[in-house]
């Protein structure tokens, strides 16, 4: 049975550290890193924090209910209102994104998901730990895609000097209540491949993603299980177009766990305004944009709408008439 590699970012040389996350692109999409160099600490008042706030009551969560935030898209939904490919996940969560300020040009604009996060009073320490690991992981997504730029054949810096230069960054905090609690939900988050290029996801002891490979010939479910202090990484659908399949974007889902489970993915994506267009040199890849509609942020709006059709309805209809 295939498991997924286990990446020591600090144990080896950066040469091999690159040949091996290469590998793992080609091969699975996935793989999990260690080593990473992200405060344990840190992460320790992010998961304590984010599971007190998951208790408290509903009332007190819809402070920061999503539709608060407007098109910043920000903010705490409940279990069964986030759709994936079209059926209800049986999670509750909240969303953050780069921390903008009010007259930031996007964010006077009206730019979906631009703006400012939603943060609970309480527990208070949730702001800090969600802004100090999110800084962090920013470091860590610039590092793998120079590792990943290393072992594509371009500048350690290709990624960083360009398409990365000001990367789209979201962060998510997911709790999947125990199997069974969520009406109508089949699955903790139904099958699916990510927008972006990569995502950096850190999951609690308790397991239920599950990555489909390609196991001689055929499609096949393995689990992911919990690796204390590792991250999972995963590319996506951007980084699989630019490498003309060369790097695999792999679907992915979580199954609706034993006991209640939390996960943080963060999503590194390419600057709002770049133009995704395929990697040079790499054999495969179609000339052309890899993003259908034109700039990255473009292409993440159109996904998000489909995502919480109910949200776009009022969000997307005001931002549509003013652009
Ligand atoms: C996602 C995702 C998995 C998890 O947010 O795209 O696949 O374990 N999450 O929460
Ligand atoms: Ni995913």
Same mark, same amino acid.
């Given at each position: 049975?295939?498991?997924?590699?286990?990446i020591d970012l600090s144990g080896d040389a950066p040469a091999s550290v690159a040949d091996r996350i +290469?590998?793992?692109?080609?091969?699975?999409?996935?793989?999990?890193?260690?080593g990473?160099?992200?405060?344990?600490?840190?992460?320790?008042?992010?998961?304590?924090?984010?599971?007190?706030?998951?208790?408290?009551?509903?009332?007190?969560?819809?402070?920061?209910?999503?539709?608060?935030?407007?098109?910043?898209?920000?903010?705490?939904?409940?279990?069964?209102?986030?759709?994936?490919?079209?059926?209800?996940?049986?999670?509750?969560? %909240?969303?953050?994104?780069?921390?903008?300020?009010?007259?930031?040009?996007?964010?006077?604009?009206?730019?979906?998901?631009?703006?400012?996060?939603?943060?609970?009073?309480?527990?208070? +320490?949730?702001?800090?730990?969600?802004?100090?690991?999110?800084?962090?992981?920013?470091?860590?997504?610039?590092?793998?895609?120079?590792a990943?730029?290393l072992?594509?054949?371009?500048?350690?810096?290709?990624?960083?000097?360009?398409?990365?230069?000001?990367?789209?960054?979201?962060?998510? %905090?997911?709790?999947?209540?125990?199997?069974?609690?969520?009406?109508?939900? @089949?699955?903790?988050?139904?099958?699916?491949?990510?927008?972006?290029?990569?995502?950096?996801? @850190?999951?609690?002891?308790?397991?239920?993603?599950? #990555?489909?490979?390609?196991?001689?010939? =055929?499609?096949? =479910? %393995?689990?992911?299980?919990?690796?204390?202090?590792?991250?999972?990484?995963?590319?996506?659908?951007?980084?699989? @177009?630019?490498?003309?399949?060369?790097?695999?974007?792999?679907?992915?889902? #979580?199954?609706?766990?034993?006991?209640?489970?939390?996960?943080?993915?963060?999503?590194?994506?390419?600057? =709002?305004?770049?133009?995704?267009?395929? %990697?040079?040199?790499?054999?495969?890849?179609?000339?052309?944009?890899?993003?259908?509609?034109?700039?990255?942020?473009?292409?993440?709006?159109?996904?998000?709408?489909?995502?919480?059709?109910?949200?776009? +309805? +009022?969000?997307?209809?005001?931002?549509?008439?003013?652009?």
């Amino acid at each position: 049975m295939t498991t997924l590699p286990v990446i020591d970012l600090s144990g080896d040389a950066p040469a091999s550290v690159a040949d091996r996350i +290469d590998d793992a692109c080609r091969r699975y999409g996935f793989f999990v890193v260690t080593g990473h160099g992200i405060d344990p600490s840190l992460l320790h008042r992010l998961e304590h924090a984010a599971r007190e706030f998951f208790e408290r009551p509903t009332v007190e969560k819809a402070a920061i209910a999503m539709p608060l935030a407007g098109t910043a898209w920000r903010g705490w939904f409940p279990a069964g209102d986030e759709l994936t490919a079209g059926v209800p996940d049986g999670k509750e969560g %909240i969303y953050f994104g780069e921390e903008l300020p009010v007259d930031h040009p996007r964010v006077a604009a009206g730019v979906p998901l631009h703006g400012r996060n939603l943060f609970p009073a309480e527990p208070a +320490d949730l702001r800090p730990a969600v802004v100090g690991v999110m800084e962090q992981l920013t470091h860590l997504g610039h590092r793998l895609l120079s590792a990943m730029a290393l072992g594509l054949g371009l500048d350690p810096d290709w990624f960083s000097r360009g398409l990365t230069a000001e990367p789209t960054v979201l962060f998510r %905090i997911f709790h999947y209540p125990e199997a069974g609690t969520v009406d109508r939900a @089949r699955w903790g988050v139904a099958e699916h491949t990510d927008y972006g290029l990569l995502t950096i996801l @850190r999951q609690d002891d308790v397991g239920g993603l599950q #990555v489909c490979i390609d196991e001689d010939g =055929w499609d096949t =479910w %393995i689990d992911v299980p919990p690796v204390a202090d590792a991250f999972v990484c995963n590319l996506g659908d951007m980084l699989e @177009r630019m490498t003309g399949g060369l790097y695999r974007s792999t679907r992915h889902r #979580v199954v609706a766990p034993p006991r209640s489970r939390l996960s943080f993915p963060f999503f590194f994506d390419p600057s =709002w305004d770049a133009v995704v267009e395929p %990697i040079p040199g790499l054999g495969r890849s179609d000339a052309g944009e890899c993003a259908a509609d034109g700039t990255y942020g473009d292409y993440l709006t159109a996904k998000v709408a489909r995502v919480f059709p109910h949200l776009w +309805d +009022d969000v997307g209809r005001r931002y549509s008439k003013g652009s």
